[in-house]
């Protein structure tokens, strides 16, 4: 009957370090956010874990200072009552009869030790992990108690391992809970596993890309972007508006440094049906006139209170150096939407017969990578140019003449095509490696 109560209570003691490897591996796994949802919607025991996880150090000591205790006693207990037990078997075989005592009890420590790790350790902390959240909300009203009668001994031991921590120099990290490494992990594991779609995916990553994008990199350059002179006839500015086909374009007087406003074809035409106008004063609106150094979003919260969905770019000098409209903001978020027909009529790269690209000035690196597999930048050059245009002048350090060309990493960049001083086609050529020749 006594061995029968002896293993009774062993068994209270493994379970009883398996639940608190439970509850610790559940609450430490638990996503804050779900336990918030749970505990706006009324769950107790959702409070409860979150008031847990606000102290974790309290929570956590308390969690050690029970497994340990738990332990010793597991230890202990079970050495004493049960190496008795096989003591007399031992003691009566003639060469080990000396060291029965210690026998026994390394054995029973040997099956205590296996049954604590499988049944007070490993399958506790699965059935955590299994579902943390739901385990959290059930276990934490009690391990809130626990944790106040422990306060005491946690405060020792946390005070103890301040000053320890302190004393070999280690400081608390400072990093951010989650950083957005782990957010890009997180959404390829969800897309792996098929929680999250592979567009919503696109769409999340898209996000961050763009909040790092500035809108140098984004905007419309300088000599692409056409404008309209105040002081023109109306008839004039009509005409160049019916040969450009864009629905808004920035106003100047005498320079396009010198920016005025904006104009919209609509408001033109709304306003020509009730009234007879000579220039473009009366439908000039004001223009949002932006730093060329903020982001892509930061320009976004701009746009939220401007009168018009188009900017212009100035750089330290206050000269205009591009534009960029909101509609630009949205295809850099969620892709080339509008155009579809215009980039299969006019892409940017185009593969010939003899297995040599016909390149745009206006592309830019990563998209010649992503449209051909060749890379044009490295760490020596990586920053100080945008387009495929900016490479050659930045390479050739002038501005090169039609027909000059370059070697670069395996291929030769040749310029084809100038319109003034604007590089417009670029021919990129394997070259030959030796084994080929």
């Given amino acids: 009957m006594t061995i029968i109560v002896d293993t009774i209570f062993l068994s209270?003691?493994?379970i009883a370090n398996g639940f608190f490897s439970m509850a610790e591996f559940a609450l430490v796994s638990s996503r804050k956010t779900r336990l918030k949802q749970l505990a706006s919607e009324g769950n107790t025991g959702a409070k409860a874990a979150i008031e847990l996880m606000e102290d974790q150090t309290s929570f956590l000591s308390s969690i050690q200072i029970g497994i340990t205790l738990v332990g010793i006693c597991t230890g202990a207990y079970g050495g004493a009552k049960f190496s008795q037990i096989l003591e007399p078997y031992f003691s009566s075989i003639p060469m080990i009869g000396d060291y029965s005592s210690a026998i026994s009890l390394t054995i029973i420590i040997l099956i205590i030790t296996y049954f604590s790790i499988v049944i007070g350790e490993l399958v506790p902390k699965r059935i955590g992990l299994a579902n943390p959240e739901k385990i959290a909300c059930t276990i934490a009203p009690v391990f809130v108690l626990i944790t106040r009668i422990f306060t005491p001994f946690s405060y020792l031991t946390s005070g103890l391992t301040h000053i320890l921590v302190k004393v070999l120099g280690i400081s608390a990290s400072k990093n951010p809970d989650i950083i957005e490494e782990e957010i890009h992990f997180l959404l390829e594991e969800g897309t792996e596993s098929g929680i999250i779609d592979e567009a919503e995916q696109d769409i999340?990553?898209?996000?961050?890309?763009?909040g790092d994008s500035k809108i140098v990199d984004l905007m419309i350059p300088r000599p692409d972007i056409i404008a309209l002179d105040i002081d023109n006839p109306l008839s004039d500015n009509i005409e160049i508006m019916k040969n450009s086909n864009h629905t808004r374009y920035p106003v100047y007087k005498d320079a396009l440094d010198s920016v005025v406003g904006v104009v919209s074809v609509r408001?033109?035409?709304v306003y020509s049906q009730t009234n007879a106008f000579t220039d473009l004063v009366p439908v000039l609106k004001e223009i949002l006139v932006v730093p060329d150094h903020i982001n892509?979003?930061?320009?976004?919260?701009k746009f939220k209170t401007a009168t018009s969905p188009l900017a212009v770019i100035i750089d330290e000098y206050g000269s205009v150096i591009g534009m960029i409209?909101?509609?630009?903001?949205l295809e850099a978020l969620i892709g080339d939407f509008s155009?579809?027909?215009n980039d299969e009529e006019h892409p940017l790269v185009v593969k010939r017969h003899d297995n040599s690209w016909l390149v745009d000035g206006r592309t830019s690196p990563e998209e010649l990578y992503e449209l051909t597999g060749i890379d044009c930048t490295d760490e020596s050059t990586k920053g100080y140019f945008r387009t495929m245009a900016g490479f050659i002048l930045y390479v050739t350090g002038n501005i090169p003449e039609e027909g000059e060309s370059i070697?670069?990493?395996?291929?030769?960049?040749?310029?084809?095509d100038m319109d003034g001083h604007r590089i417009d086609k670029i021919l990129v050529t394997p070259l030959s490696s030796p084994d080929e020749e």
């Fill in 12 to 14: 209270i003691l493994i």
């Fill in 204 to 210: 999340v990553e898209s996000v961050f890309e763009f």
């Fill in 267 to 269: 408001d033109i035409w």
């Fill in 296 to 301: 892509a979003l930061e320009l976004v919260r």
């Fill in 325 to 329: 409209t909101l509609h630009d903001l």
């Fill in 339 to 341: 155009r579809v027909d």
């Fill in 407 to 416: 070697p670069w990493n395996g291929y030769e960049y040749e310029v084809i």
